[in-house]
């Protein structure tokens, strides 16, 4: 494992002294051990008899070559009933690369890998579903469209799940995506083009039975590097796209305020596609998130009055889903209990280096919105009286960020947890994964000491790491108070719990731990 580094110090927010108990029911599995060190869950779903599936990807080292997926089925005891290993290898007789897993989707009792991989003879790349029944993983290949190689902008393929990072030389979005539906019903796959003079993706668009339902070429007449994707999305009822995309024109370098560059929302079907504009007019909206709702849909974020990136408050953008006329256009400064939260009686500072986490939707259709602070700074360390050193780079998780904005687009509150981690290596077990239940927002977390009661309504969390770590959760109610609770404590545990990497399922949250070897899983049911 590499080397970690882990402080944390989590506190000066008000909470609710009189809390109710928080209930929760933790199950854990037997502690076991893989072939592979490093695994991650990367689909969680119901079997529909209280049981689970899941599904870990794992990845071997120096000392350990391959790759693969590990397939669980668990009852509702966390007691496993079967599992198969499909391990990821290059035949001799094969025409293709090994390729690469986009992403995984649930048809019934029907799983689907979808593979995305270079053919050598026909100087392609194709992508297929590996499919078989959970009850016997007798896996067959289908082809869902091929691409010729010449067409495409190289770069990584994709990393599982996630937009590629673009290498050198190439835009952020190079290679190949999946994203899949809020409801899991639908995914599409979208693959960059190669174009000198526009910016061009192919766009297909398939249900979770392998039904195609759009192949579609997207195409905006300016270079790569002018036009940053912000995210697509897959409507809820798995026919529409939607693309949200940040543009830097012409016409906006002469603005005199605010940041010069607009925001594009173009909406696809089968048959039709069309393009909303709209910018954040005097205010700098570094990026925005869509949010795609039965009746309307929305784009959030943060903005700062400063063309830096300090945040001084939300924006929100409603449009219909439809037509996409711009209906509200709002920017909300963030709330004098945030600025307390934060920075105690300080109004002057802005929050800066905010990251998307997590967007959730009350049962009410309010948004609550989840970010963390994170950034990247290096250090020399030098070998000493040797001569010589080398440069060190460390990845910071500070203050949680968490708002709730109404249906009219306004805050209902927003609050601040203050922590500070940082990490040179693996950073699963710190961060945190957030959920909601009902109109309460939670958040997982991992903390050393015990939380401390500090005068004016104040706690404080201690230091953590992978050798000591205490599993807490921190429940946020509709009024935008606070409680907490530790529900594990490091010395009943065998494995530390990675909290960044929750699966979701229902009321549940499945996490995995590792030390060294040894695996378990967690099941927290709220």
């Given at each position: 494992?590499?080397?970690?580094?882990?402080?944390?110090?989590?506190?000066?927010?008000?909470?609710?002294?009189?809390?109710?108990?928080?209930?929760?029911?933790?199950?854990?599995?037997?502690?076991?051990?893989?072939?592979?060190?490093?695994?991650?869950?990367?689909?969680?779903?119901?079997?529909?008899?209280?049981?689970?599936?899941?599904?870990?990807?794992?990845?071997?080292?120096?000392?350990?070559?391959?790759?693969?997926?590990?397939?669980?089925?668990?009852?509702?005891?966390?007691?496993?009933?079967?599992?198969?290993?499909?391990?990821?290898?290059?035949?001799?007789?094969?025409?293709?690369?090994?390729?690469?897993?986009?992403?995984?989707?649930?048809?019934?009792?029907?799983i689907r890998l979808i593979d995305y991989a270079y053919n050598k003879t026909d100087k392609v790349f194709i992508c297929s579903a590996l499919s078989s029944n959970i009850n016997d993983f007798n896996f067959t290949s289908q082809e869902l469209f091929r691409v010729n190689s010449e067409e495409i902008q190289r770069g990584p393929i994709v990393s599982f799940m996630g937009i590629g990072s673009g290498a050198r030389n190439y835009d952020g979005d190079a290679g190949a995506n999946m994203i899949i539906n809020e409801d899991r019903t639908a995914f599409a796959i979208t693959i960059d083009i190669k174009d000198k003079t526009a910016e061009t993706h192919k766009l297909f668009l398939f249900d979770k039975s392998l039904n195609k339902k759009i192949d579609h070429t997207f195409k905006r007449e300016i270079k790569d590097r002018k036009f940053t994707y912000e995210n697509i999305d897959v409507s809820k009822d798995g026919n529409t796209l939607y693309i949200l995309g940040k543009v830097y024109t012409d016409e906006k370098k002469k603005k005199k305020e605010g940041g010069k560059y607009q925001f594009e929302l173009t909406r696809i079907t089968k048959d039709s596609e069309k393009t909303q504009v709209f910018d954040t007019e005097e205010h700098f909206s570094s990026s925005l998130k869509t949010i795609i709702f039965e009746g309307r849909i929305t784009c959030i974020g943060f903005y700062s009055d400063r063309k830096d990136n300090r945040?001084?408050?939300?924006?929100?953008?409603?449009?219909?889903?439809?037509?996409?006329?711009?209906?509200?256009?709002?920017?909300?400064?963030?709330?004098?209990?945030?600025?307390?939260?934060?920075?105690?009686?300080?109004?002057?500072?802005?929050?800066?280096?905010?990251?998307?986490?997590?967007?959730?939707?009350?049962?009410?259709?309010?948004?609550?919105?989840?970010?963390?602070?994170?950034?990247?700074?290096t250090t020399y360390i030098s070998n000493g009286m040797n001569g010589g050193g080398r440069t060190q780079t460390i990845y910071h998780y500070d203050d949680i960020v968490s708002a709730k904005i109404n249906a009219s687009g306004d805050i209902v509150w927003a609050r601040n947890i203050n922590k500070r981690q940082a990490t040179t290596g693996d950073e699963s077990y710190i961060s945190y994964t957030s959920t909601l239940k009902d109109n309460d927002t939670y958040f997982f977390i991992n903390t050393g000491e015990k939380v401390k009661k500090l005068k004016n309504d104040r706690i404080q969390f201690?230091?953590?790491?992978?050798?000591?770590?205490?599993?807490?959760?921190?429940?946020?109610?509709?009024?935008?108070?606070?409680?907490?609770?530790?529900?594990?404590?490091?010395?009943?545990?065998?494995?530390?719990?990675?909290?960044s990497d929750g699966a979701l399922t229902g009321n549940s949250v499945i996490f995995i731990g590792r030390k060294g070897k040894k695996k378990q899983l967690l099941k927290i049911t709220l």
């Open positions: 494992m590499k080397k970690i580094i882990l402080f944390l110090t989590l506190g000066l927010f008000s909470f609710n002294a009189s809390s109710q108990e928080i209930p929760t029911t933790l199950v854990k599995s037997e502690v076991f051990k893989d072939e592979y060190k490093y695994s991650s869950v990367v689909l969680v779903e119901d079997d529909g008899k209280d049981g689970i599936l899941i599904v870990r990807s794992y990845q071997g080292g120096v000392f350990s070559s391959g790759s693969g997926y590990y397939f669980e089925h668990y009852d509702s005891n966390m007691k496993l009933i079967k599992e198969y290993e499909y391990e990821r290898v290059q035949k001799k007789a094969d025409k293709k690369s090994v390729g690469t897993i986009l992403g995984i989707i649930l048809d019934g009792d029907n945040y001084k408050g939300i924006s929100y953008f409603e449009l219909d889903p439809t037509t996409l006329a711009i209906k509200k256009s709002k920017f909300n400064p963030f709330t004098e209990q945030f600025i307390i939260d934060k920075y105690g009686k300080d109004k002057d500072k802005e929050l800066k280096f905010l990251s998307f986490r997590k967007i959730l939707i009350t049962p009410s259709n309010d948004i609550v919105f989840n970010a963390e602070e994170f950034y990247i700074t201690g230091q953590a790491s992978t050798k000591k770590s205490n599993l807490n959760v921190i429940r946020i109610n509709p009024n935008g108070d606070f409680d907490y609770k530790e529900i594990l404590d490091d010395k009943d545990n065998e494995v530390p719990f990675m909290v």
